[in-house]
């Protein structure tokens, strides 16, 4: 199977294609999937060379259990057409991003230049606008939120309630629910601010996303600790199981546990999170033994 849907995506790290000794770091990095990127973090005069790099760097280093997605640059521009025939059957790229996707039909533009599955950024008005026909297409596996984009385009100041965003963010994560692929939040640019970091992932995980896309390594414990499952959360779904369970013995439908009610539709969560909890452990005891 792909490495795809079941998999944990709470970090996704950034790496500029260019920055060879951070392709090399990233073997060791504790992120989930990585994003190779070939558009704004590298310099005009750097893309072919990055290309270059990326695809040697991808065919000889092994990754492990880390999600390879290659962003490529937007359609339109002088480099596309390049990237897409570098990593078009690449076997070192499990995805391609492709930035600034306004509607299906970018998608449609490029799914037959790739094998691979596609990722779209959504980080343009019409891109948020058109969320559920981008989620729908079927070659789409994953989304990405690009929040300095979108904030440019929208012309929304940037907040740490992050409220001028709200829109965009809630329609992109009801889109991708509704066809079950996959989310993951923008970055959180100032990279030293521990403390913010947290408050902006716990934010995104309350609203559902996935994970948060991360600039800096020193910001992976901190999406890895807020996109996972607590103790204390695991141990909660624990004891809703087995007071529904009770429940369901003695003929009832609905169970009440702390003072709060427990219908099988917390179970079925309750049941994720435990699975979610458990990919996580089983992915870190392979991580300890590699
Ligand atoms: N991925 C992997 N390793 C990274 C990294 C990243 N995104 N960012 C920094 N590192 C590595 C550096 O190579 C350095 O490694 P070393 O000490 O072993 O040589 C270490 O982490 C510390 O880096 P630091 O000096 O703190 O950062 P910097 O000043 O070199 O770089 C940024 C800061 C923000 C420029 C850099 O983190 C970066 O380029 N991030 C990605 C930006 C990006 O991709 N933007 C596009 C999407 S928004
Ligand atoms: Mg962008």
Redesign the pocket.
Known sequence: MAKSLARPYRSV????AS?E???E??RD?A?DA??F?L???VAPEEKVRARELLSEVLAGTDYGRRVRLV?VNGLGTEWVDGDLAAFRAHPGVDAVLLPKVNGPADLDAVAGRVQAPLWAMMETAKGCLNAGAIAAHPRLEGMVM?T?DLAKELGARHRSDRLPLMASLGACVMAARAESKVIVD??F?A?RDEAGLRVECEQGRDMGFDGK??????QLDIANAVFAPSEEEVALARRMISAYREARARGEGVAVLDGRIVENLHVASAEALIGKAETIAAQSIAAAAE
Request: glycine share 6%; net charge positive.
């Open positions: 790290l950034y790496i500029p920055k000794r951070a392709l770091k990233a990095l992120a990585i994003i990127d558009e704004d973090a962003r690009g300095n923008g970055v640019n990279f896309t991360l600039i800096h390594p020193a």
